[in-house]
């Protein structure tokens, strides 16, 4: 079993930042998810060994993702943040290569972690 724990989350204001990390290198397809209460987990941000990312519509311009194969981890950086970002964060990998047709489908990524909550209010 691999394990993926994640941190950085918390309480904030809209338009706050946070950054949210999880002990994750050498894996070809890594990302991250949000569920929030009575949603489906959803695709947040994907990123391949190269360097190459995807994100979701919702997010693109304000959330940043990394690797930082030096320290092993796998970073969110999200900044002016909204209401509707508020969700439990999940850092999710697999040994498959990375596919920037399927990185928000949750059957792609086989290891996920317990999850990071994130709660913004206006």
């Known amino acids: 079993q691999v394990p993926l724990v994640e941190s950085g989350g918390g309480s904030v204001q809209s338009g706050g930042s946070l950054r949210l990390s999880c002990a994750a290198s050498?894996?070809?397809?890594m990302g991250w998810f949000r569920q929030a209460p009575g949603k489906e987990r959803e695709g947040v941000a994907g990123?391949?060994?190269?360097?190459?990312?995807n994100y979701s519509d919702s997010v693109k311009g304000r959330f940043t993702i990394s690797q930082d194969n030096a320290k092993n981890t796998l970073s969110l950086q999200m900044n002016s943040l909204k209401p509707e970002d508020t969700a439990m964060y999940y850092c999710?990998?697999?040994?498959?290569?990375?596919?920037?047709?399927?990185?928000?489908?949750?059957?792609?990524?086989?290891?996920w972690g317990q999850g990071t909550q994130v709660t913004v209010s206006s």
């Open positions: 050498g894996y070809y397809s």
């Open positions: 999710a990998v697999d040994f498959r290569p990375y596919s920037s047709s399927y990185w928000a489908q949750k059957w792609r990524y086989k290891y």
């Open positions: 990123i391949d060994r190269d360097g190459s990312t």
